[in-house]
């Protein structure tokens, strides 16, 4: 089954404590993105990926790093997380860049 | 970055009614997309719109890409409530074809 596939889904964590999120794709897209969903505030891209060791920032990479060293993954690292990152992450995939995204099922993260 | 502002915020209807909802930027689009977001889940791909004045429809859903280029409408006809969700318009900003931008959302609720 073509997907994304997140995780964890769920996580709490404390202040300043590194953590990251796996993101894997099994449908040979080349684009991939991070967003994070806050109410009020719809969906705000984080990081994309056009390729293998391409990456930019969306519009909210304050606090985030990603790496693209293998097609298939894109995880989203945290170095020192902040209660201001309590959020929904969504991970996509695309192969075609902003049109056709397929999303995961989400990682609810709280930083306590 | 930027906008893209929906509306209404939200929307509390009888089944079988009609449902219409839109979606403004203050710079033009080159596409616009429809998603909708069902609870637990990732956003999933309902509509694409690729041409001013085209007009799309898929099933019961028909989304109209507005001729300035700068809104989009979706509309739902004969709601059921599997119609529930937050139906998100996105699209990628002028020269940025990389990058998606979302709405805010409209939540949709329905009263058997």
């Known amino acids: 089954e073509a997907q994304v596939t997140q995780n964890p889904r769920y996580l709490i964590t404390v202040t300043g404590k590194k953590l990251t999120v796996t993101c894997s794709q099994n449908?040979?897209?080349?684009?991939m993105s991070w967003y994070r969903q806050d109410p009020g505030l719809g969906l705000r891209q984080i990081y994309y990926?056009?390729?293998?060791?391409?990456?930019d920032k969306g519009d909210v990479p304050e606090g985030y790093k990603v790496s693209r060293k293998e097609k298939r993954n894109f995880p989203l690292i945290l170095e020192s997380p902040s209660p201001n990152q309590t959020s929904l992450y969504f991970c996509?995939?695309?192969?075609?860049?902003?049109?056709?995204?397929?999303f995961g099922s989400g990682t609810r993260l709280t930083v306590v | 970055g930027q906008q893209l502002n929906q509306s209404p915020q939200s929307m509390f209807i009888q089944e079988g009614e009609d449902v219409s909802m839109n979606c403004t930027s203050s710079?033009?689009?080159?596409?616009w997309l429809w998603y909708k977001q069902e609870p637990g889940e990732g956003p999933v791909l309902l509509i694409a719109?690729?041409?001013?004045?085209e007009l799309t429809s898929n099933g019961r859903l028909t989304a109209q890409f507005g001729i300035t280029r700068k809104d989009s409408f979706l509309n739902i006809s004969a709601s059921i409530p599997s119609d529930v969700g937050i139906y998100f318009c996105?699209?990628?900003?002028?020269?940025?074809?990389?990058?998606?931008?979302f709405g805010q959302g409209t939540r949709l609720t329905i009263n058997p």
């Open positions: 996105a699209g990628p900003p002028y020269g940025g074809a990389q990058k998606l931008v």
């Open positions: 710079s033009i689009f080159n596409t």
């Open positions: 719109l690729y041409k001013a004045g």
């Open positions: 990926s056009m390729n293998v060791e391409v990456t």
């Open positions: 449908m040979n897209h080349e684009y």
């Open positions: 996509a995939s695309s192969l075609t860049g902003w049109a056709g995204y397929t």
